[in-house]
C-alpha cells in the first residue's frame, strides 16, 4: 500500500508532539441516565441471566444486557456493536472487567428489543455473536492472555483454549445453577498474566524441559548476569566455552535445578525452550479476589500437567467441565470453590472430583513450603489410601 502521512514529521519528530495528555474523562461517555443518577443509586435486582436493573433514588431505571465477548476482536465487530448502541442505546456501551460487553437502555420496552436483536446475531460459522448471560451464580468471561497469537514466551495458546472451555461451559454462561460464581482465568505462561492466581479455576501454561542454550550469540544478544539472576532456583551460572577454537562467555544451566519457568529465556533471547510435546497446562483452582466470608486466596495446582491438543484442547475441557461439575454438585450456597475444598479437606476434592493426585503437587520452593504440608493428625480416610 502506498505510504499515507498522518501529518507525523520524521525529520522533526518532537515537533507538534503532543504528550501526558492521558485518557479521556469517562463521564464524557456516560448514557444520560447513569449520569443523571451517579451516587444515587438505590438498589439492582438480577431480572434473567444476563439481564440487570438498577433503581435510583429519583426512581430511574437502567437496564443492562450483558453479552460475551471474544476479547480479541476486529474492527468490524467493534463497528457491529456501535451500531447496535445506536440503533437502541443512544450511542453508548461499555466494556466489563472481565472482557464482556454491555448495552444499557433506560426501559423496559427498550431492553427487550435490543434483547431479541443481540440474540439473532450469529457469525457464519454458527456462534453467538453477542451471547447474554455472565451474571450472578454462573460462569462468566474467561480472563486470558496472548497465547500464540502474540507473545513470545508462551506454552500454550490462549484464545483457542478459550473458545474451547466457554462452548464446554456455555450452559453455565446462560445460566445461574451454581452454589456461587465461578472465574476461570488463562495464562500462557508462568508471568501469569491476568487473574489465574486467584481464579476459582487458573489454567496455565506450563513448559517441561529446560531452555537450550544457544552459545555462538549468547554474549552479544544477552547481558549474561541479568539471566544468572533471572532464575528463581540459581540454575545457571556464567561460564566460558569453547566454540569453533574460539573462547566465549555464555552460561550454564544445571537441568537438576532447573524447574522450566521461563524467566531466563524473558531476559535472554539465546534461551529459547517452547517445545511441543514438552509444553502444556497446569490446572490450579480454588482462588478468589472478593473478602466475603472468607479472605482472599490464591490458587493451588491440582492438575500438574495436561497436554496441548490443539485445536480443541479435548483433556483440558474435559478435566475443567468435571471440576465444574463436582463442585456445583457438591458445594453450599454461596460457597466458592475454594471455601467448599477448604471445608471438605483437599483429600475429599481429589477424591470426589477422581483427580489423580501426584508428586508434582507438593510444595516444594523454599521455606514457605514446609506450611503447605500436613503438620497435623486431621485428615479422612479417601479411597486413595488402599
Ligand atoms: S502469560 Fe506469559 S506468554 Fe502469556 S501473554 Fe503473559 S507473558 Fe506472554
Ligand atoms: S527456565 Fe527457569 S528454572 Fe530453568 S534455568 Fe531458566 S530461569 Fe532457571
Known amino acids: 500500500m502506498a505510504f499515507i502521512s498522518s501529518g507525523y514529521n520524521p525529520d522533526k ?25 451517579f451516587g444515587e443509586w438505590d438498589y439492582h435486582e438480577i431480572l ?11 426512581g430511574d431505571k437502567v437496564y443492562t444486557i450483558r453479552c460475551g465477548g471474544a476479547r480479541l476482536m476486529t474492527t468490524s465487530h467493534i463497528r457491529e456493536m456501535l451500531e447496535i448502541a445506536d440503533k437502541h442505546c443512544g450511542g453508548h456501551l461499555r466494556f466489563t472487567t472481565r472482557n464482556n460487553v454491555e448495552f444499557m437502555v433506560d426501559d423496559e420496552a427498550k431492553m427487550k428489543a435490543l434483547k431479541e436483536d443481540l440474540a439473532s446475531r450469529k457469525f457464519a460459522g454458527g456462534s453467538n455473536k453477542f451471547p447474554i448471560g455472565g451474571t450472578g451464580a454462573g460462569i462468566t468471561n474467561i480472563v486470558h492472555t496472548q ?50 492466581h486467584a481464579s476459582d479455576i487458573g489454567l496455565v501454561g506450563i513448559h517441561r524441559k529446560p531452555p537450550i542454550i544457544d552459545h555462538s550469540v549468547l554474549d552479544n544478544v544477552c547481558e549474561i548476569p541479568l539471566a544468572v539472576s533471572a532464575c528463581p532456583l540459581g540454575a545457571i551460572k556464567p561460564t566460558k566455552t569453547e566454540l569453533q577454537g574460539e573462547k566465549v562467555n555464555t552460561v550454564a544451566v544445571n537441568e537438576n535445578r532447573c524447574m522450566y519457568c521461563g524467566n531466563c529465556y524473558t531476559m535472554c533471547p539465546a534461551l529459547p525452550l517452547a517445545d511441543k510435546e514438552g509444553d502444556g497446562i497446569a490446572i490450579m483452582v480454588g482462588g478468589k479476589i472478593s473478602n466475603r466470608i472468607s479472605e482472599p486466596k490464591f490458587s493451588k495446582v491440582v492438575v500438574a500437567y ?25 458445594a453450599r ?20 472430583t477422581g483427580i489423580p493426585f501426584t508428586h508434582h503437587c507438593i510444595d516444594d520452593f523454599r521455606d514457605p513450603a514446609y506450611y503447605t504440608w500436613r503438620q497435623s493428625t486431621q485428615f479422612k480416610f479417601t479411597s486413595h489410601v488402599k
Request: hydrophobic fraction near 35%.
Open 13 to 37: 519528530p518532537m515537533e507538534d508532539r503532543i504528550t501526558d495528555i492521558g485518557p479521556r474523562k469517562f463521564d464524557e461517555f456516560l448514557p444520560p441516565v447513569i449520569k443523571k443518577n
Open 48 to 58: 434473567e441471566p444476563g439481564i440487570l436493573v438498577h433503581v435510583a433514588k429519583s
Open 147 to 196: 497465547g500464540w497469537v502474540h507473545c513470545h514466551t508462551p506454552a500454550t495458546d490462549a484464545s483457542g483454549p478459550v473458545k474451547a472451555v466457554m462452548d464446554d461451559c456455555y450452559e453455565h454462561f446462560t445460566s445461574m445453577d451454581l452454589p456461587a460464581p465461578l472465574r476461570i482465568s488463562l495464562a500462557c505462561c508462568l508471568n501469569m498474566c491476568g487473574a489465574v
Open 306 to 330: 495436561v497436554p496441548n491438543e490443539p485445536p480443541r484442547w479435548p483433556t483440558l475441557t474435559k478435566t475443567v467441565k468435571n471440576i465444574v461439575e463436582v463442585y456445583s454438585k457438591n
Open 333 to 352: 450456597k454461596y460457597e466458592r470453590l475454594g471455601d467448599w475444598a477448604e471445608r471438605i479437606g483437599w483429600e475429599k476434592f481429589f477424591e470426589l
